[in-house]
């Protein structure tokens, strides 16, 4: 069966340090991997997106993800971390295989505080 | 603006009211997802479009919810006799198939219904 755990419900990090917000999945096949963002009473955004190629993708607002085969993770990460990014942070995954059926599979997310 | 939109944004309704939302996808995407979202919780799919096409819907939608797109373009969602477990985010996403299994879901601001 398809899943995503997000391992942390909560990540607290002060402002200027490095952030990371975990995500690992197990599908059958290869991966497509999604980071999404969600403020407070609003939609979710998207952030990046890992299909292929390079282990390292570049997304939104300063953000990026390690896509790790061997251990089915997909990390999101940035630098330096800013009070406005404190928002909840969702991963998805949908299996290349998936066909038509373009369901994603949703983390219960992770929620970020940044700490002036 | 020519992402996706919902309308209402709030709803506050008592129980056993009937409740109707909408949806405007971005105008080219031919795909369109309902989500429900309670506190905590990741998006929970409930059924999608492809064109004016249902494609799919959740063993968890109960009968009292219907979903139309009676022209591919915008979608609406009814729920018939509100109950108060009803109360969540109602959130909408629209795609373009032709992307293939990589494809990205753009989500509207939701609705957020409160089901007295």
């Known amino acids: 069966a398809q899943s995503v755990a997000q391992p942390e419900d909560q990540v607290n990090v002060a402002e200027g340090n490095p952030l990371t917000v975990k995500c690992t999945y197990s599908v059958s096949g290869n991966p497509y991997l999604f980071w999404y963002v969600q403020y407070p009473n609003r939609g979710l955004q998207f952030l990046l997106k890992y299909i292929t190629g390079d282990n390292l993708v570049k997304g939104s607002y300063g953000f990026e993800a390690e896509f790790n085969k061997s251990q089915t993770s997909f990390h999101l990460k940035k630098p330096s971390a800013l009070v406005s990014d404190s928002a909840l942070y969702f991963c998805?995954?949908?299996?290349?295989?998936?066909?038509?059926?373009?369901?994603?599979?949703w983390g219960l997310g992770t929620s970020l505080a940044v700490n002036p | 603006d020519t992402g996706v939109s919902q309308n209402p944004r709030h709803k506050i309704t008592k129980r056993g009211q009937n409740v109707t939302f909408r949806c405007d996808p971005i105008s080219e995407h031919n795909r369109l997802y309902w989500y429900r979202q309670t506190l905590g919780q990741g998006p929970e799919f409930l059924t999608y479009?492809?064109?004016?096409?249902?494609?799919?819907k959740s063993r968890l939608l109960s009968d009292r919810f219907s979903a139309e797109r009676p022209k591919g373009s915008f979608s609406t969602l009814e729920i018939q006799r509100t109950e108060q477990g009803d109360s969540a985010m109602y959130l909408c996403?629209?795609?373009?198939?032709?992307?293939?299994?990589?494809?990205?879901?753009?989500f509207g601001p939701g609705t957020r219904l409160l089901v007295l």
């Open positions: 479009f492809q064109n004016e096409a249902q494609l799919e």
């Open positions: 998805a995954v949908r299996a290349s295989s998936a066909g038509n059926n373009r369901k994603l599979i």
């Open positions: 996403a629209s795609s373009l198939v032709s992307a293939g299994p990589q494809e990205t879901q753009y």
